[in-house]
């Protein structure tokens, strides 16, 4: 267990749709990312939030949006949903290195959120 | 941004050790490369991380050569369980300059008894 937790586990919506999936960080991590991982594929990875901004984006249109909260817990918000934003999206937690210090950053994955959009 | 390639799937038996290669031709000198494994509809498990050289941990050993252009995970004695998907992934999450991160494609590895 990573102490990551993802809501709901299972989903289903239609196109058009919005979406909002939640994450809580293991305890103590202040930085969260999230992946989308379509069947048969690697995660891809879509933004990550550190104490609350967000801080690198991968290729994702503007629809995919996400929070973070002062408790480090985050969601991820996706508008206007389409049939390819069916997939496995995952959280990760980590603890950068305060000060800089270490180069390791290692990511803790929650367990997922299968979305379906019909 | 490092692309990386695996090989898609591979095959074992129990008790062999197994050495899983991965090409990452235009790793950047931030980019550190991590190793997970995932079972179906799981999150992927941290197995071990590295910069250079080797990486040893209780379950598996990482080689990194001086080019750092390529990476070999190594599972010694594997057993059934170790039937997984393992992913690859080259990039710099620090906090400080977060880069977009890009995982392989995977690969398939089965353990036979």
């Known amino acids: 267990e990573t102490g990551v937790t993802q809501s709901p586990t299972h989903l289903i919506k239609t196109r058009g749709q919005q979406v909002t999936l939640r994450c809580s960080s293991q305890s103590g991590h202040n930085t969260v990312s999230w992946y989308q991982q379509a069947l048969g594929q690697g995660p891809q990875f879509i933004f990550q939030y550190y104490r609350e901004e967000e801080n690198g984006r991968g290729n994702f249109p503007p629809r995919f949006s996400g929070l973070q909260f002062p408790n480090y817990s985050s969601e991820l918000n996706v508008n206007a949903l389409e049939l390819d934003d069916s997939a496995l999206y995952l959280c990760a937690s980590s603890l950068p290195p305060e000060g800089g210090g270490g180069r390791f950053e290692t990511q803790y994955f929650g367990p997922g959120t299968r979305l379906l959009v019909l | 941004l490092a692309k990386t390639t695996q090989p898609i799937s591979m095959d074992s038996y129990e008790g062999q050790e197994v050495n899983i290669t991965c090409s990452h031709n235009n790793i950047a000198t931030n980019d550190y490369i991590t190793w997970y494994q995932q079972f179906p509809s799981q999150g992927p498990r941290f197995i071990i991380q590295?910069?250079?050289t080797k990486v040893t941990n209780e379950v598996a050993s990482l080689f990194i050569p001086a080019d750092r252009k390529s990476s070999t995970l190594s599972l010694p004695r594997v057993s059934l369980s170790d039937t997984a998907v393992y992913y690859c992934?080259?990039?710099?999450?620090?906090?400080?300059?977060?880069?977009?991160?890009?995982f392989g494609s995977g690969t398939r590895l089965s353990i036979r008894p």
């Open positions: 590295g910069y250079k």
């Open positions: 992934l080259v990039g710099d999450i620090r906090r400080s300059s977060a880069s977009k991160i890009i």
